[in-house]
């Protein structure tokens, strides 16, 4: 009965077209009093109304000329309640007004409270289903209506909304009243205010006179104009893009102390982390820059789409993230040709295949019964396997097709609610092609294939000059993949639009062909070798035959980067997954010696931290450490510890991840002492670091810290939290790498106390997790404090403990979780609970096999 409870659907009889707000709020003692008018259509008489609450006192509820207010009953397991009057309220339009009361809630969702030193705010963030937590409303995203917001309010404060502020004045009690424009129609999870002592950088606007502002806590507005800067260039970019000018009147960016996700893209009012708006080239690393300008550029296209055209139904929320996540991708790499960005969005695809390799996994369209579940669906599946997919199926169809299928969705569903069946139908139109088979065959199936591939003509001593025009015939078989291979195959195949790139004495070809069957056989005319998966664009992983390395091991450099970083990535899960020993990966990297680019350079190191934190042994750690320094070592000699002027955005990327592993994987000496140097040199304000390298040196120099080190960093953690919000995460990230047993205690302890912000609870913990030295304290402080500190937290950041609990691979630890796991009660992780159990069982067989294959691959390789 409680889950059939959970599962609660509001019936569509009652339909609501605008909301009246007003809230009073008070921000000394966490409390909010409140009352609403909202314009409701009922399609027959009703002596009843059903809508959702949650924590909220209702104190009254009237219907203009209707019947009288009897009582309120609340359904908890229903987020519920129901107005009963004293008879039936007429079909037709009728005007309802509540007031209630309730709390500013210690949490991270609803309405909740922030604080800094000396400062209050009180904030938003009601996706997926938390409106209900502050408002009485029909709280699902069917739902759509007007909204009109008053806020009562400290007058020192400063209170921002969805809307331009319509009017303010000061009240006779001294409070302050702002009164917000009316919105045009939007769902309840999309509605937004915040209050408190925020600084406004300079406005801007866009060319067509859209103003832009971003607001922060004081102290930081002065490192907001990157931020700006992204936001009108983003928009005016879109507004190209769609054909549909910027539906909202303005934009507001708001960076809120305390906030769970990255950003929300709530309509003119998008909330932030404040360190993705406080950045600017002074403090922040290029990759925070580029994270920033994505974040944005993301966000701002969910105002098309997600807030002009919404989901139905929590069903389709992979389609409102997928495409914010393709399109806003898309953009940044269109406004920053210098980034070279396009090898970031295929790296993207890499924790997407992660959890969609898992039997555990779940398609990208799946039915959602209830807001528990809606809050699992925040995953890699829902954004970057659907961002994939989308990529792939414009690559089959062509960009200007499905641009232009994107305008025809826009225009057709503008203001209204749709599905991922009408975003289909308006690709067909455009392209011509069925894409909807394409799709329906990708977003509703568990998984993805493995391709198979097989040169066919390799027995013939002269096979690439064969025939009439030489060449290479390849067989190709798709199959599923799991990253276990004891599962049972399946009988489960895919419409794979394959691109195959070829090397001839001509040049670089590419043929395509959408495999529609378990096996196909091509040529590839003048090919002298072939790559399966031209330029990353297709989801689907691929296991070549020896012949096939063989060729494509010569022409290495004839591959583009993207082409590279996934070759390496694919290798490192045919590796773990036992479809390859560790000895051919270890070869691949021998091949890319001197390799140069940053994004290739991430795949490579990806592998290295997983060997060196969860594989090595006492009789394999030197030569490993050994293999680590001969490799980036003469990177390092190339680019020197130094930024030069005028060097690449690539280089100074480069520069931070060589020296990390140099010191934190080699453990080369020089480095160790060349990191501390200059870190004790920037904490005493002798020399600034460069921000690009500052993250790198802060966790090199922690690596053998002492107490002094350890009181200094977190000194500067807590000086910059008003002043840099770079400088304070870059200090509190490299906690996690203090080794000595007695500092790691104090980081573990750190994330349950008052040094460690909840919002960051999650993302300090699940580093510790991952740590050979922190693994065990932070381990055993998840189990001692799950039941106060942990099962009490909103469902995104538990996520992240439960998931971080998959690296436990040591044999002890393994075993512990995976009870734990098993009996741990928490409805709203269940899947997530799942899939860590399954990447735990995963993750300690692969380190038990690939630490014994570790020394035999280092022999070879050397």
């Not at 104009?225 to 507001?252: F, N, Q």
């Not at 406004?335 to 898992?358: C, H, K, M």
């Not at 960009?399 to 232009?404: G, I, M, R, T």
Request: proline share 4%; glycine share 6%; net charge negative.
């Amino acid at each position: 009965m409680i889950a059939e409870r959970r599962d609660f659907r509001l019936a569509r009889g009652v339909r609501p077209s605008r909301y009246a707000l007003r809230f009073e709020l008070d921000l000394e003692r966490w409390t909010s009093s409140a009352r609403e008018q909202i314009t409701l259509h009922l399609d027959r008489p009703s002596s009843e109304i059903t809508l959702h609450a949650l924590d909220l006192d209702i104190q009254s509820a009237t219907i203009e000329g209707g019947p009288a207010f009897e009582r309120v009953a609340y359904d908890e397991e229903a987020q519920t309640a129901t107005l009963h009057f004293d008879g039936p309220v007429g079909a037709g339009e009728s005007t309802l007004q509540i007031a209630w009361v309730g709390e500013i809630r210690d949490g991270l969702r609803g309405l909740y409270r922030s604080t800094r030193p000396g400062e209050r705010y009180a904030a938003t963030q009601f996706e997926a289903a938390d409106a209900r937590r502050a408002f009485p409303c029909f709280d699902e995203p069917e739902f759509k209506a007007r909204f009109a917001l008053e806020l009562i309010h400290d007058a020192s404060l400063v209170a921002i909304s969805n809307a331009r502020v319509e009017h303010a004045e000061v009240l006779p009690d001294g409070r302050k009243l702002t009164r917000f424009a009316e919105m045009p129609v939007i769902s309840t999870y999309l509605v937004a205010f915040t209050v408190g002592p925020y600084e406004g950088g300079e406005e801007a606007f866009t060319t067509t006179g859209v103003p832009v502002r971003v607001w922060l806590p004081p102290g930081l507005a002065d490192k907001s104009l990157h931020a700006r800067t992204a936001h009108v260039r983003s928009l005016a970019w879109l507004e190209d893009y769609t054909a549909i000018p910027y539906p909202y009147g303005k934009v507001d960016a708001i960076g809120i102390p305390d906030f769970e996700a990255g950003a929300m893209e709530n309509p003119g009012a998008i909330t932030y982390r404040t360190r993705l708006l406080a950045a600017d080239e002074e403090t922040a690393s290029t990759g925070t820059m580029k994270s920033v300008f994505s974040v944005v550029a993301h966000e701002l296209t969910h105002m098309w789409w997600g807030d002009l055209v919404t989901m139905a139904w929590w069903d389709d929320l992979w389609l409102n993230e997928s495409f914010a996540s393709f399109v806003g991708e898309k953009a940044t790499d269109a406004l920053n040709p210098e980034w070279g960005y396009i090898r970031d969005v295929v790296a993207q695809s890499t924790p997407a295949f992660n959890l969609d390799q898992l039997a555990s996994t779940h398609p990208i369209s799946m039915e959602v019964r209830n807001a528990h579940q809606a809050s699992e669906r925040f995953d890699a599946v829902t954004y970057l396997k659907g961002m994939a997919v989308l990529r792939m199926i414009e690559s089959f169809i062509s960009a200007d097709a499905f641009q232009e299928g994107v305008r025809i969705y826009l225009r057709r569903h503008a203001e209204g609610n749709a599905t991922a069946d009408d975003f289909w139908r308006a690709l067909d139109e455009a392209s011509g092609r069925d894409v909807t088979a394409i799709a329906n065959a990708w977003i509703h199936e568990f998984g993805h294939p493995v391709i198979h591939a097989k040169v066919l003509n390799a027995e013939s001593p002269d096979y690439l000059s064969s025939g009439e025009d030489g060449g290479i015939e390849i067989d190709l078989r798709q199959e599923r993949f799991f990253a276990d291979p004891e599962v049972k195959p399946t009988d489960q195949r895919w419409l794979v639009p394959v691109v195959v790139k070829y090397g001839t004495a001509d040049g670089i070809r590419e043929q395509r062909l959408l495999m529609d069957t378990d096996r196909v056989s091509i040529r590839l005319p003048g090919a002298q070798w072939y790559y399966p998966n031209a330029g990353g664009r297709g989801f689907y992983r691929y296991n070549l035959d020896e012949r096939s390395i063989a060729l494509l091991a010569e022409n290495l450099s004839a591959l583009a980067p993207e082409e590279r970083l996934m070759l390496v990535e694919n290798q490192w899960t045919l590796t773990r997954a036992r479809r390859a020993k560790l000895a051919p990966f270890f070869a691949l990297l021998g091949g890319l010696r001197g390799e140069r680019d940053r994004a290739v350079l991430g795949a490579i190191t990806e592998g290295l931290y997983w060997l060196d934190t969860h594989a090595i042994g006492e009789g394999n750690t030197e030569s490993f450490r050994r293999f680590v320094a001969s490799f980036f070592s003469p990177l390092l000699d190339t680019l020197g510890w130094d930024a030069r002027p005028g060097e690449s955005a690539d280089d100074r990327e480069t520069r931070a991840r060589v020296l990390a592993i140099l010191g934190r994987v080699a453990r080369v000496p020089a480095v160790l002492a060349e990191a501390r140097r200059r870190i004790e040199a920037h904490l005493e304000s002798r020399a600034h670091l460069d921000p690009d390298v500052a993250s790198a040196l802060a966790g090199v120099a922690a690596v053998d810290g002492d107490d002094a080190l350890y009181e200094r960093y977190l000194k500067r953690m807590k000086d910059s939290e008003t002043t840099d919000a770079q400088e304070e995460a870059r200090f509190r990230g490299a906690l996690t790498a203090f080794e000595r047993p007695e500092l790691a205690r104090r980081t573990v302890d750190a994330c349950f106390g008052e040094v460690i912000r909840v919002q960051d609870r999650g993302l300090m913990l699940s580093s510790l997790l991952g740590t050979r030295h922190a693994r065990g304290l932070a381990w055993r402080a998840v189990r001692d404090r799950w039941d106060t500190d942990i099962a009490p937290l909103d469902p995104g950041l538990k996520h992240r403990i439960i998931s971080g609990l998959s690296q436990l691979t040591s044999a002890d630890l393994a075993d512990e979780a995976r009870v734990f796991l098993e009996t741990m009660a928490a409805p709203d992780c269940a899947e997530v609970t799942a899939q860590a159990l399954e990447r735990l069982r995963l993750a300690r067989e692969a380190a038990s096999r690939l630490g014994s294959e570790l020394g035999d691959a280092l022999s070879r390789v050397a």
